[in-house]
């Protein structure tokens, strides 16, 4: 894979990439709609590692499957070009980036019962994918603004599509942090990218994506527990009133698998086990603290679930990591407990 020597010139972006007798080169252009916006050369090098990462070839397409991570990472750098007035770098890349993520398929990450196939389907690719921060929280307005805005699942949604939107921005400041820095400790010098001569090969049809890895019968377990007691919950407006109404065969179901006592009664260690097993919702709220429980309780619930969202992030899952911790900063014991919480 070739990697893209990029050149600005005249308000153009010249993607170049030489053959393997390094005699003959290839050639792709597009014209750029901003006027005198050269693109700096410290984000001509992000946007070179950008479609290499893509795997973009001469032909203006991308050799074969793509990682998801680099796709998001290419949509991110795009959004932070467009803020910076950098359109026709953003849309090059976006470009790209379409056509590597059309070789992935979509992961259901999130569900919202009721909710039409073709929205759920942008929401799952967005999640997937996205990088604008912009975009993201126009997708959290418009599901806010829908029927089913108000349910349990829907609302949880946006919040993580709210905390994705926040996390994009900061991955944003702290690239460009990092370019002032290193600005600062050497001066800058014209770009030059040296391209090893190497082979193009361009696939004929795309090479299929592994399937993804199949769930075991605890996590699937664990997802349809969490699916059922929000429903109930937003059903019901309040933990309390909810109290008697869940499907505790459902609960039972997952504890035996989980190892844990069968009593069908979602309390703070059912729905830690259920964090554990590896869960992207938003859990629902504990239902049944133990009659003695207090603040001190709740308090050590939720440090648990946060402990679960720090080994999450460290595995590069950002997405169950927003969960487990909007899940923790929204339990504050609604369920009852002996005494209140505090400020």
Excluded: C
């Excluded at 959290?140 to 609302?155: D, I, K, M, V």
């Excluded at 946006?158 to 002032?180: P, V």
Aim: hydrophobic residues 45%; without cysteine.
């Amino acid at each position: 894979m070739a990697i893209p020597a990029i050149v600005l010139l005249g308000g153009a972006v010249v993607f170049l990439l030489a053959a393997t007798s390094g005699k003959k080169k290839t050639a792709a252009t597009t014209t750029s709609a901003e006027s005198g916006n050269t693109l700096p050369q410290e984000q001509q090098v992000q946007l070179a590692l950008a479609l290499q990462n893509l795997k973009a070839n001469a032909n203006g397409g991308v050799d074969g499957p793509v990682d998801s991570s680099a796709i998001a990472q290419a949509n991110t750098l795009a959004a932070s070009f467009e803020e910076k007035g950098y359109l026709t770098a953003a849309n090059v890349l976006r470009g790209y980036a379409k056509q590597a993520a059309a070789w992935v398929p979509t992961k259901t990450q999130v569900t919202v019962t009721g909710l039409d196939a073709a929205t759920l389907e942008k929401i799952n690719r967005a999640l997937q994918f996205e990088g604008s921060p912009k975009v993201l929280r126009e997708i959290a307005a418009s599901l806010r603004s829908h029927p089913l805005g108000n349910t349990a699942e829907a609302q949880n949604l946006i919040l993580m599509l709210e905390a994705m939107a926040t996390q994009k921005e900061a991955q944003a400041k702290t690239s460009d942090a990092i370019i002032e820095i290193d600005k600062a400790i050497k001066k800058a010098e014209p770009l030059v990218i040296v391209t090893p001569p190497v082979d193009i090969v361009v696939p004929v049809t795309p090479t299929p994506q592994p399937a993804p890895k199949a769930k075991t019968p605890r996590e699937i377990a664990a997802d349809t527990m969490i699916t059922s007691l929000s429903r109930v919950q937003s059903q019901y407006a309040t933990v309390k009133a909810a109290k008697g109404k869940e499907d505790k065969s459902i609960v039972s179901k997952f504890q035996k698998l989980a190892g844990l006592k069968q009593d069908g009664l979602t309390g703070p260690g059912t729905l830690l086990a259920a964090a554990q097993a590896g869960i992207t919702q938003v859990l629902p709220l504990v239902m049944y603290w133990p009659k003695s429980a207090t603040a001190k309780n709740v308090l050590a619930y939720r440090s648990a679930l946060l402990t679960e969202a720090d080994k999450a992030e460290s595995t590069g899952d950002t997405m169950r990591a927003s969960a487990l911790r909007n899940s923790a900063a929204r339990e504050r014991g609604q369920a009852g407990i002996v005494d209140s919480m505090p400020a």
